[in-house]
């Protein structure tokens, strides 16, 4: 598998590999995503091997505008035009109830279908060649980091993706808000760059809570983006304690600190993160990676403002913090 850069042929070829049934990871400005043809079966399937997936985890369908909606989704509320209208494109997934004639494949047999605009110019421009809807997963193995640079995608994905437009990095860096507008309140499955505040802001009414919610959204699982080395989250306060105790029982540590360095001991390596929650969530993807690299017997990640703006930052910390195996994730 070779990168391609983002020339208007490269994109030109990338759909028509997608047109034939193949896999093209792409750009959008969240993360990697992995593409296939969202109404072609066989090419759907392939995905889900890819990343070895389960086949009943539904998978995002992406357009290239907002009026594609009613190719995919039925009974398509008022809410979702005035969210499409002032958020797309853009990180913003919406749940819909689906159309009649969308894959079993695509929904993970659910009556509901997910839908996005991204924010990304190749990612537009490859929709825009290709004419339909690209179904789209993170590019990432099943449980894994999601991908925020091309090289990421090669590093995860090797030779099970056929061609991989190189877009640069993700501005974004965390996956969609996923607000469900299938049901009697509008819910958010999965906190992102939009806020739940902006969402209910802009619809004018409170959303439902998250809590007690478990639709079968795999970025909802407890152990889901998470890196190899076991990571541990502190609290702010405790974190020159934290790092003292680990290093004292002789075990290595890489810490993710908003501060600057405060240990020159030989087995802790320091990653300053940004104190503001854009910046770093941008980040967050890369630096896991990075220090999964080094073979540190603990990451140790100071937890952010307990803050609205930091709640996916939040989230996503949670869930790489969570020990792998227990929840039931298989990779
Ligand atoms: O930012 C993103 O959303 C990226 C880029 C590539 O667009 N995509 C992404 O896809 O994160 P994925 O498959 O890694 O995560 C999408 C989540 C999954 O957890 C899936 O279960 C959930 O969306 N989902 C998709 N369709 C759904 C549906 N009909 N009902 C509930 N959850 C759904
Ligand atoms: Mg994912």
Known sequence: MELHASTHEDIVHAANIVRRGGLVAFPTETVYGLGADASNGQAVTRIFAAKGRPADHPLI?????????????RDIPDAAWVLAERL???PLTLILKRATGVLDAVTGGQDTIGLRVPDHPVAL?????????????????????????AAHVRAELGHAVDYVIDGGSCQVGLESTILDLSGSLPRVLRPGAVTADLLARILG???GSRAGNQPRVSGSMASHYAPDTPLRLI???AI????QSFLIIGQSIA??????L??????CRWITMPDNPREYGQLLYARLREVDTWGCRWILVEQPPALAEWEAVHDRLKRSASVRGVEGIAS
């Not at 060649?129 to 999601?146: E, H």
């Not at 020159?240 to 790092?243: D, R």
């Open 205 to 207: 009414k409170p959303l």
């Open 88 to 90: 797309w494109p853009g």
């Open 61 to 73: 369908v992406h357009l290239s505008a907002a009026d594609e909606m009613a190719r995919w989704a």
């Open 125 to 149: 421009a490859l929709l825009k060649a290709f004419g339909g809807g690209i179904a789209a997963p993170s590019a990432n193995r099943f449980g894994r980091v999601s991908p925020t640079c």
């Open 262 to 267: 405060v240990s020159h001991h030989p087995d």
């Open 240 to 243: 020159e304690t934290a790092v």
């Open 255 to 260: 810490v993710l600190s908003m501060r600057q």
């Open 235 to 237: 609290q702010a306060h």
